[in-house]
């Protein structure tokens, strides 16, 4: 594979991963709602997992129900793809700035 494939896909399954650890978390730990785990995990889910915001309406989404299951692999999926496009533009950039400055 490419440099630039590698650095996608794997841009990509750590956006991924990192919605299963939320995922993984939320549903092992449960932190009571006015918890302060409960508030800087909402708030950091929330700035690395932005598709979580697409699911604020989502309130039947408790812990061990079918819905909270479906509600991280939605934003799983989601993470992935913004991660991947990223690592997808962000390659592209470095790229081009490579190549403006190596001589010719």
Do not use: H
Request: aromatic share 14%.
């Amino acid at each position: 594979m490419r440099k630039r494939t590698q650095l996608t896909v794997a841009s990509a399954i750590l956006g991924l991963f990192i919605a299963a650890a939320f995922a993984t978390y939320f549903e092992v730990a449960d932190p009571a709602p006015d918890s302060r785990a409960a508030v800087w995990s909402g708030g950091a889910s929330l700035i690395l997992c932005p598709g979580g915001l697409l699911f604020w309406w989502f309130i039947d989404a408790e812990p061990g129900t079918s819905g909270f299951v479906f509600m991280w692999v939605i934003i799983g999926l989601l993470n992935a793809g913004l991660y991947g496009l990223i690592g997808a533009f962000g390659t592209l950039i470095l790229e081009k700035a490579g190549s403006r400055s190596s001589p010719e």
